[in-house]
C-alpha cells in the first residue's frame, strides 16, 4: 500500500506533539438543533472545518489546531447529540442528517473553498457532504474512516448504545475512570485527561455522565461509504494510523478504484485516534497534502 512516511524522525515522536489550542466557544442553529463548534481564530484566513467521530467531540482537534492555525482558520463542529450540541428527539442520527447539519453550518458560517477534515465516522459524514454538496470543498481529508462496517460491529455498537451508561458521582471520578474508545491509543496520559476534563455533563442530581446520547449508537445504521468516492472529483486525501487496520490495502485500492487521485498518508506511532495519538504527525502528513494542493 502507497503511502507518505514521514522523514523527520522529530516529527514522528509522539512526545513532540502541540499543547492544547486557545479557542472560543460558539453556536449556531442546524436541522433544528442548536450545535457548537470549537473557534480556534486566524479570522480572514483560508476556511478549514474539522468534524469528530462517533462519541467524540470537537475537542479532538484542540491538539492538532495549533499546527495549522498560521494558515487557516480552524473551526470544530460538535454534531448532533455530541459534546456540547443539542440531542435530537425523537433520535435522528443518520448520516445525511448530519450531512444535511454540515451543510447548513457551512452556509451559515458562509465557507467557501474550504478544507474539511473528518474523522472515523466524522470521515464518513464529510465523505457525504462532499460528494452531495459539490462546489463548496476544496480539499477533503478523510482519517481512519471505516469505509464498509461489518454487520457484527455494527450489532456491538447498537447493543452499546441500548445499554443504560455509566454514572460518576463526582467529576474527579469521571476524569479518573475515563477511557477512550476503541482502546489502544498511544496518546500521552495528559491528552487523554484533557479530553476527559471536556467529555462529562453534569446532570441534574448532580452524578456526572458522558455527553453523547447514546442514541448515536442505538440507531447507527449499516452504510457501504465507498459508492460516495465515486462522486469526489476534489483532492483528497486518507490518513491512515499505523497501527490501525481500518484502512487496508484492499480498501485503499477499492477507494482508488473509484476516486484515482485519491492519496494516502500513514502517520507513525498513531492506531485509531490518530489527531491524539500523534498530532505533530498527523499536522506534517496533513499539511503536505495541502501544499501539493494549495
Known amino acids: 500500500m502507497a503511502s507518505r512516511q514521514n522523514p523527520d524522525p522529530g516529527i514522528d515522536r509522539p512526545e513532540d506533539g502541540f499543547q492544547p489550542a486557545p479557542y472560543a ?11 457548537h463548534y470549537l473557534d480556534y481564530g486566524a479570522a480572514g484566513r483560508p476556511a478549514m472545518l474539522c468534524v469528530h467521530g462517533g462519541a467524540a467531540h470537537a475537542h479532538w ?10 494558515d487557516y482558520h480552524l473551526r470544530a463542529l460538535d454534531l448532533r447529540g455530541h459534546g456540547d450540541s443539542a440531542w435530537a428527539e425523537p433520535p435522528d442520527y443518520a448520516y445525511p442528517r448530519y450531512a444535511s447539519d454540515l451543510a447548513e453550518v457551512v452556509e451559515k458560517l ?32 478523510v482519517i481512519d474512516t471505516t469505509l464498509r462496517m461489518a454487520e457484527e460491529r455494527l450489532a456491538a455498537m447498537r447493543d452499546i448504545g441500548n445499554r443504560e451508561g455509566s454514572s460518576y458521582a463526582t467529576r474527579e471520578e469521571f476524569v479518573a475512570r475515563y477511557r477512550l474508545r476503541p482502546a489502544g491509543t498511544t496518546a500521552a496520559p495528559e491528552i487523554v485527561r484533557h479530553l476527559a476534563q471536556n467529555s462529562g455533563r453534569q446532570l441534574g442530581d448532580g452524578s456526572w455522565r458522558h455527553k453523547f446520547d447514546r442514541n ?20 483528497a486525501l486518507l490518513v491512515k494510523g499505523e497501527r490501525s487496520q481500518r484502512i487496508t490495502p484492499q480498501v ?4 482508488k478504484a473509484r476516486c484515482p487521485h485519491v492519496e494516502l498518508t500513514e502517520v507513525p506511532h498513531s492506531d485509531h485516534h490518530v489527531t491524539l495519538d500523534n498530532p505533530s504527525g498527523f499536522v506534517h502528513g496533513v499539511k503536505a497534502f495541502l501544499a501539493k494542493h494549495g
Open 252 to 255: 485503499y485500492s477499492e477507494v
Open 216 to 235: 448515536v449508537y442505538a440507531r447507527r445504521e449499516l452504510m457501504n461509504g465507498l459508492p460516495w468516492w465515486n462522486h469526489i472529483s476534489i483532492p
Open 25 to 35: 466557544s460558539r453556536f449556531v442553529d442546524a436541522g433544528g438543533l442548536r450545535l
Open 61 to 70: 482537534f484542540d491538539f492538532v489546531a495549533p499546527g495549522f492555525s498560521a
Open 110 to 141: 458562509e465557507l467557501r473553498d474550504f478544507v474539511l477534515i473528518g474523522h472515523s465516522m466524522g470521515g464518513m459524514v464529510s465523505l457525504v457532504y462532499a460528494a452531495t454538496h459539490p462546489g463548496r470543498v476544496a480539499r477533503l481529508v
